[in-house]
């Protein structure tokens, strides 16, 4: 399949079967900005906790933090993004449309002065106002990343939590940038979610932790489904780093427009909290309580987007297979991920008994699992439509049923049936997914 076609396919897919869609379409859209429906909120959901749990649940040197999204103007001040978070941008004299000159060919960039303006430099914040009366209001900007709510508070957790290096601190949250888009669906848009961690450490230590937060966040993509190979760890050149940062390697995956970040892993030595401490007036080093020595920890930073990973997750997971003749399109997402673990499907929809039972034991299983009931169509489109959105299991109720109290539960991957009694349905399913 042609890369751009896979990419048309997965954008269909997304609209038809109620993944993603376009903001405020009915007004004609927002220029990329997107909503996640029914499937959609699902999975970015189920991301989320699979992200949450490894990261953060299963560790004992992680805790977490919901930062609000304004901050006070200084934090930005701080950690340079006032000054600094800028794009290089050009007009065309023409079509009157913006670019950053480093999207442009050289072969453009050459045109610079004739068919397009000289480059001025754009702040990426979204800005505005708080306050109640226009003339007495201030301007704060919704915030570019997460991370500076984690340094702001850094002094709040180690008193309220009493932690010990090497700890870390896990966010999850919307952030903003002003910036002229590429395109590609989800990939790139001005409202975004990330899921980043600040993990913090010795100066003596960071280079040990870096290497192992590189090679633990790539194990998390193909332990949730992402093949390997299309995979790869891309180390950031000298002239690439940030001026404050040791080093930084990006988890690049290949979409179907080429191999782009999903994920950047850096090694941000101790400059954050050396420059909140050095604006706001306070004293954010570490005491180690055994020497008595105070030290500005030094910072591991993997910070990955939500809906880049969505997006990777469902290329990755989307398969077009021929079976009896006919194509079969199916989601093969990671059990974790899949937005609805069972669909529970009545044979007659007219059969009111049949109805009755299948409602019962779709009544039962959403107690514990995520759970569809569907009779809009004959069975053999309602498996069709449970593969495209990667349902992992299907439950046909049936005539006989009705009398030997058992189910038919189909499998999405292997499409194998196997006839279960009713009162081990739910433990069945539950084994299988464990």
Same mark, same amino acid.
């Given at each position: 399949?042609?890369?751009?076609?896979?990419?048309?396919?997965?954008?269909?897919?997304?609209?038809?079967?109620?993944?993603?869609?376009?903001?405020?379409?009915?007004?004609?859209?927002?220029?990329?900005?997107?909503?996640?429906?029914?499937? $959609?909120?699902?999975?970015?959901?189920?991301?989320?906790?699979?992200?949450?749990?490894?990261?953060?649940?299963? #560790?004992?040197?992680?805790? $977490?933090?919901?930062?609000?999204?304004?901050?006070?103007?200084?934090?930005?001040?701080? @950690? $340079?993004?006032?000054?600094?978070?800028?794009?290089?941008?050009?007009?065309?004299?023409?079509?009157?449309?913006?670019?950053?000159?480093?999207?442009?060919?050289?072969?453009?960039?050459?045109?610079?002065?004739?068919?397009?303006?000289?480059?001025?430099?754009?702040?990426?914040?979204?800005?505005?106002?708080?306050?109640?009366?226009?003339?007495?209001?201030?301007?704060?900007?919704? /915030?570019?990343?997460?991370?500076?709510?984690?340094?702001?508070?850094?002094?709040?957790?180690?008193?309220?939590?009493?932690?010990?290096?090497?700890?870390?601190?896990?966010?999850?949250?919307?952030?903003?940038?002003?910036?002229?888009?590429?395109?590609?669906?989800?990939?790139?848009? #001005?409202? !975004?979610?990330?899921?980043?961690?600040?993990?913090?450490?010795?100066?003596?230590?960071?280079?040990?932790?870096?290497?192992?937060?590189?090679?633990?966040?790539?194990?998390?993509?193909?332990?949730?489904?992402? /093949?390997?190979?299309?995979?790869? +760890?891309?180390?950031?050149?000298?002239?690439?780093?940030?001026?404050?940062?040791? $080093?930084?390697?990006?988890?690049?995956?290949?979409?179907?427009?080429?191999? @782009?970040?999903?994920?950047?892993?850096?090694? /941000?030595?101790?400059?954050?909290?050396?420059?909140?401490?050095?604006?706001?007036?306070?004293?954010?080093?570490?005491?180690?309580?055994?020497?008595?020595?105070? !030290?500005?920890?030094?910072?591991?930073?993997? @910070?990955?987007?939500?809906?880049?990973?969505?997006?990777?997750? +469902?290329?990755?997971?989307?398969?077009?297979?021929?079976?009896?003749?006919?194509?079969?399109?199916?989601?093969?997402?990671?059990?974790?991920?899949?937005?609805?673990?069972?669909?529970?499907?009545?044979?007659?929809?007219?059969?009111?008994?049949?109805?009755?039972?299948?409602?019962?034991?779709?009544?039962? +299983?959403?107690?514990?699992?995520?759970?569809?009931?569907?009779? @809009?169509?004959?069975?053999?489109?309602?498996?069709? /439509?449970?593969?495209?959105?990667?349902?992992?299991?299907?439950?046909?109720?049936?005539?006989?049923? +009705?009398?030997?109290?058992?189910?038919?539960?189909?499998?999405?991957?292997?499409?194998?049936?196997?006839?279960?009694?009713?009162?081990?349905?739910?433990?069945?399913?539950?084994?299988?997914?464990?």
């Amino acid at each position: 399949m042609h890369n751009s076609d896979l990419m048309d396919k997965i954008v269909s897919l997304c609209k038809r079967r109620g993944f993603i869609f376009q903001s405020s379409e009915i007004y004609g859209g927002l220029a990329n900005a997107w909503d996640y429906g029914p499937f $959609g909120a699902e999975l970015k959901r189920n991301l989320k906790n699979c992200w949450w749990k490894s990261n953060v649940s299963e #560790r004992d040197d992680m805790v $977490g933090l919901d930062a609000a999204i304004l901050m006070h103007p200084n934090t930005w001040k701080a @950690s $340079g993004h006032a000054e600094n978070f800028t794009d290089l941008l050009v007009d065309d004299k023409k079509t009157k449309k913006r670019f950053r000159v480093d999207h442009l060919s050289p072969e453009e960039q050459a045109k610079i002065g004739t068919q397009y303006t000289e480059p001025r430099e754009f702040n990426l914040m979204l800005k505005t106002r708080l306050g109640a009366v226009e003339d007495t209001s201030s301007d704060v900007f919704l /915030r570019p990343e997460t991370a500076q709510g984690i340094f702001v508070n850094f002094k709040n957790i180690l008193d309220s939590t009493s932690r010990r290096l090497p700890f870390g601190i896990a966010q999850i949250g919307k952030s903003f940038r002003n910036e002229i888009t590429a395109g590609n669906f989800v990939f790139r848009m #001005r409202e !975004f979610e990330q899921m980043e961690i600040e993990y913090f450490t010795t100066a003596e230590d960071s280079d040990a932790c870096y290497e192992e937060w590189i090679n633990r966040r790539f194990n998390w993509y193909t332990e949730h489904g992402i /093949r390997k190979e299309n995979l790869k +760890l891309r180390k950031h050149d000298d002239d690439e780093l940030a001026h404050y940062a040791k $080093g930084c390697t990006d988890v690049e995956y290949q979409f179907p427009f080429g191999w @782009s970040e999903l994920e950047g892993i850096a090694n /941000r030595t101790d400059y954050d909290l050396k420059q909140h401490a050095e604006l706001s007036g306070k004293d954010l080093r570490y005491h180690n309580k055994i020497t008595n020595e105070r !030290f500005y920890p030094y910072v591991i930073e993997p @910070s990955g987007g939500v809906d880049r990973a969505a997006l990777a997750f +469902l290329v990755d997971a989307y398969h077009e297979e021929e079976v009896d003749g006919r194509s079969r399109v199916v989601l093969k997402l990671h059990k974790d991920l899949a937005p609805t673990k069972v669909a529970v499907l009545p044979l007659l929809k007219k059969n009111a008994d049949i109805v009755s039972m299948a409602q019962s034991i779709k009544t039962d +299983l959403q107690k514990s699992l995520t759970c569809v009931y569907d009779d @809009s169509a004959a069975i053999g489109k309602l498996y069709r /439509r449970q593969d495209e959105v990667g349902t992992f299991f299907c439950v046909t109720v049936d005539v006989e049923s +009705l009398d030997d109290k058992q189910v038919t539960v189909r499998d999405r991957d292997t499409m194998g049936q196997q006839r279960v009694p009713v009162e081990n349905l739910k433990r069945y399913i539950q084994d299988q997914l464990s």
